[in-house]
C-alpha cells in the first residue's frame, strides 16, 4: 500500500511538471518536415536525429509569438548544443518573414512555408504551434498558444528527453 501511494504520488508530481510547463503528451507519427530557411538552406527534421527539436509555426501577425520569441533564444542559449529551434512560418511572404525578423530577433532557425504544405502535413490550425520532438525523432508533447520557453518547468522537462 505504501508503495502504491508513493507512486501515485510521483506520477501526480511527473504530470504536474507537464502540466505547469503547459506542453500536453502526443500520441501519433511524426510528419514529415522538410523546408528552406530564409537564406534558401535546405532543412530537413530527420537531419536533426540525435537531438530534442522543438517545431514551431509561427506567423508575423501573432501576438503571442512576438512575444515568446525572447524566451526561444534563451531556452535555446540554456539547452545548448543537444537542441534545436525550427520555426515555420505560416505561408507568408519572405518580405513580411523578413522585417518580423529584424524587429523581434530570433537567434534560431526560421523556415518558409509559404505554399502551406507542412501546415496541412502537420495539421495545424492555430498559431503558434508547437511540437517537442525527441532524440528519435518522435513527437513528445504538443502546446497551442505562447508560453515562456526558459521557464524551469519547460527546461526540466526538455532535459529529460
Same mark, same amino acid.
Given at each position: %500500500?505504501?508503495?502504491?501511494?508513493?507512486?501515485?504520488?510521483?506520477?501526480?508530481?511527473?504530470?504536474?511538471?507537464?502540466?505547469?510547463? $503547459?506542453?500536453?503528451?502526443?500520441? $501519433?507519427?511524426?510528419? %514529415?518536415?522538410?523546408?528552406? +530557411?530564409?537564406?534558401? *538552406?535546405?532543412?530537413?527534421?530527420? +537531419?536533426?536525429?540525435?537531438?530534442?527539436?522543438?517545431?514551431?509555426? =509561427?506567423?508575423?501577425?501573432?501576438?503571442?509569438?512576438?512575444?515568446?520569441?525572447?524566451?526561444?533564444?534563451?531556452?535555446?542559449?540554456?539547452?545548448?548544443?543537444?537542441?534545436?529551434?525550427?520555426?515555420?512560418? %505560416?505561408?507568408?511572404?519572405?518580405?513580411?518573414? +523578413?522585417?518580423?525578423?529584424?524587429?523581434?530577433?530570433?537567434?534560431?532557425?526560421?523556415? %518558409?512555408?509559404?505554399?502551406?504544405?507542412?501546415? *496541412?502535413? =502537420?495539421?495545424?490550425? *492555430?498559431?503558434?504551434?508547437?511540437?517537442?520532438?525527441?532524440? +528519435?525523432?518522435?513527437?513528445?508533447?504538443?502546446?497551442?498558444? $505562447?508560453?515562456? =520557453?526558459?521557464?524551469?518547468?519547460?527546461?526540466?522537462?526538455? $532535459?529529460?528527453?
Amino acid at each position: %500500500m505504501k508503495n502504491k501511494l508513493c507512486l501515485t504520488l510521483l506520477l501526480l508530481i511527473a504530470s504536474t511538471v507537464v502540466s505547469a510547463a $503547459g506542453l500536453k503528451p502526443y500520441a $501519433g507519427s511524426t510528419p %514529415m518536415l522538410a523546408l528552406a +530557411d530564409t537564406q534558401g *538552406a535546405a532543412h530537413d527534421l530527420s +537531419d536533426y536525429r540525435g537531438k530534442v527539436v522543438l517545431v514551431q509555426f =509561427w506567423a508575423t501577425y501573432c501576438t503571442p509569438c512576438r512575444k515568446e520569441m525572447p524566451s526561444m533564444n534563451r531556452l535555446q542559449e540554456k539547452m545548448g548544443d543537444e537542441f534545436v529551434i525550427l520555426a515555420v512560418n %505560416m505561408g507568408e511572404t519572405q518580405k513580411e518573414v +523578413d522585417k518580423f525578423v529584424e524587429e523581434v530577433g530570433p537567434e534560431f532557425t526560421i523556415l %518558409m512555408d509559404e505554399e502551406g504544405k507542412a501546415l *496541412a502535413n =502537420w495539421k495545424v490550425f *492555430a498559431a503558434p504551434s508547437n511540437f517537442v520532438v525527441d532524440r +528519435d525523432g518522435n513527437i513528445k508533447y504538443t502546446l497551442y498558444g $505562447g508560453v515562456e =520557453w526558459d521557464s524551469e518547468e519547460i527546461i526540466t522537462t526538455l $532535459g529529460e528527453l
